[in-house]
């Protein structure tokens, strides 16, 4: 069964960066493409940053374009998101989850992940 937990989360000050990590165990990460979803208080999930299973295709929701790298590391069973140029606005508890796609991930939603982990907040603040 596919265990995933994520990591690095914290208080940052507006502008600044964040890491986070996502490590899998109990199969193999590059089974399955991921996709990093946040919910900050009172709104709902929404998708933030997607990776292919190979890793040969990424995609991120246009309010973190160009501010956010997602990245995979399937010999470390790892996913990486690179934060930069943070925002108030991106305060919230990040998710990774896993899912076995047959289509981009850019294509997918909430409901097409059944692997999830525990969360870890992320806070932007002065």
């Known amino acids: 069964q596919l265990q995933l937990v994520e990591s690095g989360g914290g208080l940052v000050q507006p502008g600044g960066s964040l890491t986070l990590s996502c490590t899998a165990s109990?199969?193999?990460?590059?089974?399955?493409?991921i996709k990093w979803f946040r919910q900050a208080p009172g709104k709902e999930r929404e998708g933030v940053s997607c990776?292919?299973?190979?890793?040969?295709?990424?995609n991120s929701a246009d309010s973190v374009k160009g501010r956010f790298t997602i990245s995979r590391d399937n010999a470390k069973n790892t996913v990486t998101l690179q934060m930069n140029s943070l925002k108030p606005e991106d305060t919230a508890v990040y998710y990774c989850?896993?899912?076995?796609?047959?289509?981009?991930?850019?294509?997918?939603?909430?409901?097409?992940?059944?692997?999830w982990g525990q969360g870890t907040q992320v806070t932007v603040s002065s």
């Open positions: 109990g199969s193999a990460l590059d089974n399955y493409a």
């Open positions: 990776i292919s299973k190979s890793g040969g295709s990424t």
């Open positions: 989850a896993a899912a076995t796609l047959h289509f981009p991930c850019e294509w997918s939603s909430e409901g097409d992940f059944g692997s």
